[in-house]
């Protein structure tokens, strides 16, 4: 939102790469 300061949030994964 713009009244909050940009915060850095890390990418958010729906899902979690599975390596088969």
Do not use: A, Q
């Not at 958010?12 to 790469?17: E, G, W």
């Amino acid at each position: 939102d713009y009244g909050k300061p940009p915060v850095e949030k890390p990418p958010v994964v729906k899902k979690p790469p599975i390596e088969k």
